[in-house]
T-cell receptor
Framework: DVKVTQSSRYLVKRTGEKVFLECVQD?????MFWYRQDPGLGLRLIYF???????EKGDIPEGYSVSREKKERFSLILESASTNQTSMYLC?????????????FGPGTRLTVT | DAKTTQPPSMDCAEGRAANLPCNHS???????VYWYRQIHSQGPQYIIH???NNETNEMASLIITEDRKSSTLILPHATLRDTAVYYC????????????FGAGTRLTVKP
């Protein structure tokens, strides 16, 4: 089974703190994604990466950065956490190349910024 | 990506088949139909996908109309654990970009 794991299920941070969310996948997938999910807004893409050290902005990259130093690991960084970044954060991975490329999601991290 | 339309909510009796509809009237010839579900407080789970033929796996069946403008996800014997939000997504094969999740259908399986 494909396994995508995220470092924490629940996280509480203070405004202004630097926050690291870690995601690891064990299927040798090239693509990795970070989404946030908010009530009424669905899933919104923050960043994605299609290879080591490569990254692309998604729909809402402001206030976030990412790091992909190893193929299996994709980190989301909140440089200075704010209350409007309170959300559920979801990591996903998928294969590349021709094919249907279903995405496999981690369990999510519910981040609260106070 | 083509947009999809799903009913916001549905109920189903435990043990009965759950049929979840999805309209995708502007789907292109190279776009697949994917179904995911999200159980409360968990990440989305892939269920099934198809292009134009009907598909079946251990979780569900996917019926796509001949004109491909709509599809139905069938859970043949719904259980309480199938209570979740179900998302229908259309997407080009080989697209490395994100999945566009809409609002989905909240399925409640009742005893």
């Amino acid at each position: 089974d494909v396994k995508v794991t995220q470092s924490s299920r629940y996280l509480v941070k203070r405004t202004g703190e630097k926050v690291f969310l870690e995601c690891v996948q064990d299927m040798d997938h090239e693509n990795m994604f970070w989404y946030r999910q908010d009530p009424g807004l669905g899933l919104r893409l923050i960043y994605f990466s299609y290879d080591v050290k490569m990254k692309e902005k998604g729909d809402i990259p402001e206030g976030y950065s990412v790091s992909r130093e190893k193929k299996e690991r994709f980190s989301l960084i909140l440089e200075s956490a704010s209350t409007n970044q309170t959300s559920m954060y979801l990591c996903a991975s998928s294969q590349t190349g021709f094919g249907t490329h279903e995405q496999y999601f981690g369990p999510g991290t519910r981040l609260t910024v106070t | 990506d083509a947009k999809t339309t799903q009913p916001p909510s549905m109920d189903c009796a435990e043990g009965r088949a759950a049929n979840l509809p999805c309209n995708h009237s502007t789907i292109s010839g190279n776009e697949y139909v994917y179904w995911y579900r999200q159980i409360h407080s968990q990440g989305p789970q892939y269920i099934i996908h198809g292009l134009k033929n009907n598909e079946t796996n251990e979780m569900a069946s996917l019926i796509i109309t001949e004109d491909r403008k709509s599809s139905t996800l069938i859970l043949p014997h719904a259980t309480l654990r199938d209570t979740a939000v179900y998302y229908c997504i259309v997407r080009v094969a080989g697209d490395n970009n994100d999945m566009r999740f809409g609002a989905g259908t909240r399925l409640t399986v009742k005893p």
